[in-house]
């Protein structure tokens, strides 16, 4: 089992479950290493002088017993400066650069997503997808991320809504020039779980043809569990183990303090998951 998550949400931000709460249920599954990655975006955004206060607690009170790490959930249009010290970065769209009166994340709501098409695209949810692939294309340019998360988030609701034919070249083909621009810079992708395991889709993120081509294009992979509430930290590790194997891998990334107390990148070999 991968004893590692590093996309993790708590009532400091819109989790369920306090920082508290989560270190110890992660403890008594056995994991060696838990990443904390609050939300800094233009709706959700942390008190972040207290988020370090608290999660600097609980490094200390784990401190020999499993590795706690500091990071962030950082919007591609939100402020880098907005979360100084921050361990890793998880480099996130969920918000297109338009003048809305209130943020409008592509994942709040099917209204939400059609309100952006409508208001903003001409109704043509093609357009909206692709100026989505090309501002996600820029997230690691923009935030220096340590990972690219969630990244065909613009498809949260098309399994109920149908918005977009995800083999249509008019919808892949923007999506695999981002992708193939972010893996040529480095940075690697997670296989996120969070959608699967709250049983909002029936694919992870990114879904199997994206992830395909992510190996083709040399690019690397962390698995996250996008946990919401302490009980899905380890949730629908099983099917992105699987998948990854399907789709050409032989590792996962995993992060992890050093005897200096940097935070280095490893790999794990997937079979042994």
């Known amino acids: 089992m991968l004893r590692a998550n590093y996309h993790t949400h708590t009532t400091l931000c819109d989790g369920d479950d306090t ?6 249920y992660a403890f008594s599954l056995g994991f060696e290493h838990l990443g904390f990655s609050g939300h800094m975006d233009p709706d959700i955004h942390m008190d972040w002088p207290v988020y370090v206060e608290k999660i600097s607690e609980l490094k200390q ?9 500091m990071g962030v959930e950082l919007d591609n249009i939100y402020d880098p400066a907005s979360c100084p010290g921050a361990e890793y970065i998880i480099g996130s769209t969920h918000f297109l650069d338009v003048e809305s009166p209130q943020p409008m994340s592509v994942d709040s709501s099917p209204e939400n997503m ?3 098409a409508r208001d903003y695209f001409g109704g043509d949810y093609y357009a909206l997808s692709k100026a989505y692939y090309e ?3 820029k997230v690691h340019d923009r935030l220096k991320c340590t990972f690219v998360g969630h990244f065909d988030l613009v498809t949260r609701f098309n399994d109920e809504g149908h918005f977009l034919d995800e083999e249509d070249p008019r919808y892949l083909q923007p999506a695999l020039e981002s992708m193939e621009y972010l893996a040529g810079e480095g940075v690697p992708f997670e296989i996120n779980c969070g959608a ?3 049983g909002r889709k029936k ?7 994206l992830l395909r081509a992510l190996h083709g294009f040399g690019g690397e992979i962390f698995i996250s569990a996008d946990a919401h509430q302490k009980e899905r930290l380890n949730g629908a590790f099983d099917v992105a183990v ?8 032989k590792h996962v990334n995993i992060l992890a303090h050093d005897s200096f107390g940097a935070v280095v990148m490893k790999q794990l070999a ?3 998951l």
Not at 62 to 69: S, T
């Open 203 to 209: 694919e992870l993120y990114p879904r199997h043809e």
């Open 135 to 137: 501002l996600e294309a």
């Open 242 to 249: 699987a998948e990854a194997i399907r789709c050409g891998f």
């Open 19 to 24: 920082p508290e709460d989560v270190c110890a």
């Open 196 to 198: 699967v395991n709250r």
């Open 114 to 116: 059609q309100a952006l």
């Open 61 to 69: 009170a784990y401190a020999g017993r499993m590795d706690i790490l």
């Open 270 to 272: 997937l079979d042994t």
